[in-house]
């Protein structure tokens, strides 16, 4: 009876698919401080709950350049990316020179404007009054703080510049060991971050000058300049800054039908990543995708794409 009933079940588990194919799944995101960690706790719940197959767990990163290095050495299967950052890559380019990743698109699910905060008694009234002054460009190792370093660059703009986490850096301002830093936004709302120093202390939010603009948009292509309107939080006047999409990328090796269903089942959610970040409710991520995507989709993405008869940009195909 026992050899039967031994028999039975191996033979059970062996018909089981998900004992069969189940496979890890990670998801390299951010710091866990950051509104973007949130989300993709929710794209993780996704996955496990519409993908059949797969099992996905959420890894805390240093953000976009530490998840490309991460996913070139096989150490995750997906994670966040800006869009320039992710181009500058796939084309080996800045901080990929002569290294080029083989990485492909998956979505994009918001425009993240680049937000220079600063406590308002540090005496910057301006980009410029930040000579001088101990200012974190943004988390370590992150997209935002090589974005910074270059719109400071084209800018003619200097800082002492201070390295460390968000989590390090957020306690340095509310001590004042440190003027300010640039922090990705939620949309059109300051992060949750910004808004837990504004508990501690008064801040301010210094934009460009439009001749500031002018020059980003004409020498500096791989980002937009965007107006954030007035109430990004209370007491925040309307300002220019620059601005990249936030999106999904996986290396190219990724299996085709994989990458469909995971994208299929973002794009069929109505709720859950809305939920994960306030910003996203009523975004059209299938068109942000289509808007900010700056190297081609994956095979996968590209098929669920063009299964709903969207006109899929010619940049956003492989050749």
Not at 81 to 89: C, I, K, L, Y
Not at 108 to 121: F, G, H, L, M, S
Not at 277 to 298: F, N, R
């Amino acid at each position: 009876m026992k050899h039967t009933l031994a028999a039975l079940l191996g033979a059970t588990l062996l018909a089981s698919p998900l004992a069969a194919q189940e496979t890890d799944l990670l998801i390299g995101s951010t710091s866990a401080s950051s509104s973007h960690y949130g989300y993709f706790v929710a794209v993780g719940q996704l996955i496990n709950e519409n993908v059949e197959g797969l099992k996905a767990s959420v890894v805390e990163t240093g953000a976009t350049l530490d998840n490309i290095r991460r996913m070139a050495r096989g150490q995750i299967d997906l994670g966040l990316v800006t869009t320039n950052a992710v181009q500058h890559a796939v084309a080996g380019t800045n901080a990929f020179d002569g290294n080029p990743q083989d990485l492909r698109l998956l979505w994009v699910y918001t425009n993240a404007p680049q937000n220079v905060i600063v406590r308002a008694d540090s005496g910057a009234e301006s980009l410029a009054d930040l000579a001088g002054k101990r200012f974190n460009p943004g988390i370590k190792g992150g997209s935002t703080e090589a974005t910074t370093e270059a719109v400071f660059a084209t800018l003619g703009l200097s800082a002492d510049y201070v390295r460390g986490s968000t989590t390090d850096i957020v306690g340095a301002i509310k001590d004042n060991r440190v003027a300010g830093y640039v922090k990705s936004g939620s949309g059109t709302k300051l992060d949750g971050s910004t808004m837990d120093i504004a508990v501690a202390t008064d801040i301010k939010v210094l934009g460009l000058s439009p001749e500031q603009a002018d020059k980003l948009r004409s020498d500096m292509p791989d980002i937009s300049v965007v107006e954030i309107p007035e109430g990004a939080a209370d007491g925040i006047p309307a300002y220019s800054t620059w601005a990249f999409g936030v999106g999904v990328a996986a290396p190219a090796s990724m299996d085709d039908e994989t990458a469909y269903q995971i994208v299929a089942a973002i794009m069929a959610d109505d709720s859950a990543q809305a939920n994960a970040m306030a910003s996203l409710k009523g975004a059209d991520l299938a068109q942000m995708t289509l808007d900010y995507g700056t190297v081609p989709l994956h095979p996968g993405a590209l098929r669920w794409f063009e299964e709903q008869g969207m006109d899929v940009p010619a940049k956003l195909k492989a050749d």
